[in-house]
């Protein structure tokens, strides 16, 4: 019989991950791996590191929030690719690992000898993931690619925006964290395979596809015949009534997901001739008389705050919301009584990241270690990869490696 993990642990305990990401799409793939149990080394660039420790302000101490929000759980190591004796220590800390994840462009990787088909026939059981914007493959493999540019070309800008105006990009790294969080998945379905198996695997994450995934149901409607659809507001395409409406005081957002909630709804809050009317009973008939809908519902609903509506519509089961502003997020509730919100230890609350959005029982309190500052274990982790104390003064002396020490002389 197969014991129990022991609790706090997670189910990754023991795997080694190293990270050779910037930005947000791949730390935050190594991230949610570490909130598992996963022993992450993120290696970084001597005197810069990590593009995303210069995203700001604002800065804290000198740390950015955005860096801190995808970065914790991590040891940090600092080696200079372009020297032969850094890029040979990055092998040897590769040779013992069970996943690597690079966005690097594949020039650099192939000119290293750290691409997949060069990796994978050297360590057949490493779980290899590429993250880029559009692929490994496909006429544009080699184009560069951001959050913004993988909004753009999916189509996700197309519908996103007030009804009849102009496309605009979700206003959150959403093609980063959607890739960080599918890369995470594709990578533990992975680790399954070689821990039972011992073969690795070669895992192509981009921008594109992910966005593409967000799109999937609008892609589906428009190939079967649906109009080519266009910027529309808090208005769903398909559902009515599945929109934000003005209340007293503020907007208020409800969810109408099937005809027996149309009814609660309507008796709720006192419109009990649309509950009767014959052509709203199904979905098809409420999007044909949308506009009519929502000009009725609008009506009633602006005659009372939100915070009553709150209460009517929660009686009724039927799902609403205030359209809460972040300095409401942060102090709600249910955020609050889940734990969702992760203060970074040593800020006194000034740095903030989010729980990762899956909670597992075997542990019950979420590891929460700070992003850690560039190069702070680079030390450490050669130690454990066996290089002497001789070799590591040399890797520094020869600026194939920095170490904190290093840095804070300023050397």
């Not at 690097?104 to 360590?123: G, Q, V, W």
């Not at 102009?166 to 070689?194: F, N, Y």
């Not at 149309?262 to 009317?277: K, N, P, S, T, Y």
């Not at 454990?384 to 804070?408: C, Y």
């Amino acid at each position: 019989m197969q014991s129990e993990p022991e609790p706090g642990t997670g189910p990754l305990a023991g795997l080694k991950v190293i990270d050779l990401t910037t930005s947000y799409a791949g730390p935050t793939a190594a991230m949610y791996l570490a909130d598992l149990g996963a022993d992450v080394i993120k290696v970084e660039r001597p005197g810069t590191g990590d593009d995303a420790r210069w995203w700001g302000p604002p800065f804290v101490e000198s740390r950015s929030a955005w860096f801190a929000s995808a970065n914790r759980n991590k040891r940090s190591v600092a080696i200079d690719l372009r020297k032969p004796s850094g890029l040979a220590t990055l092998r040897t800390l590769i040779s013992t690992a069970d996943v690597f994840i690079e966005n690097l462009n594949p020039a650099k990787l192939r000119s290293a000898k750290i691409d997949p088909a060069t990796l994978r026939e050297e360590c057949p059981r490493l779980v290899y993931c590429a993250i880029s914007g559009f692929g490994l493959t496909g006429p544009d493999r080699a184009l560069p690619g951001y959050d913004l540019v993988a909004q753009a070309r999916s189509g996700l800008m197309s519908v996103t925006g007030a009804a009849g105006g102009t496309p605009q990009r979700v206003s959150t790294a959403l093609s980063d964290i959607v890739t960080g969080m599918c890369a995470a998945l594709a990578i533990s379905a992975a680790v399954v395979r070689q821990r039972e198996h011992g073969v690795g695997e070669l895992i192509d994450m981009s921008l594109l596809d992910c966005d593409l995934a967000l799109m999937a149901p609008r892609i589906a409607a428009y190939v079967a015949g649906a109009p080519e659809p266009a910027p529309s507001g808090g208005t769903d395409s398909v559902l009515a009534v599945y929109q934000t409406f003005s209340a007293a005081d503020r907007e208020l957002a409800v969810a109408i997901g099937n005809d027996a909630m149309w009814v609660r709804f309507c008796e709720a809050i006192g419109l009990h001739h649309l509950a009767r009317d014959d052509k709203l009973t199904d979905n098809e008939g409420r999007r044909s008389h949308r506009s009519t809908i929502v000009d009725v519902v609008g009506a009633r609903l602006r005659e009372r705050p939100a915070a009553d509506w709150l209460t009517v519509l929660a009686d009724a089961q039927v799902p609403c919301s205030l359209v809460q502003g972040l300095s409401e997020v942060i102090v709600d509730p249910q955020v609050a009584a889940r734990g969702s919100l992760l203060s970074v230890p040593g800020t006194d609350g000034r740095l903030t990241s989010v729980h990762s959005p899956f909670r597992l029982a075997s542990i019950p309190q979420p590891r929460n270690d700070p992003s850690p500052e560039r190069a702070a274990h680079t030390v450490e982790v050669l130690r454990e990869h066996g290089f002497s104390e001789a070799e590591i003064d040399q890797l520094v002396i020869s600026g194939a490696v920095e170490t904190a020490a290093h840095q804070r002389a300023g050397r």
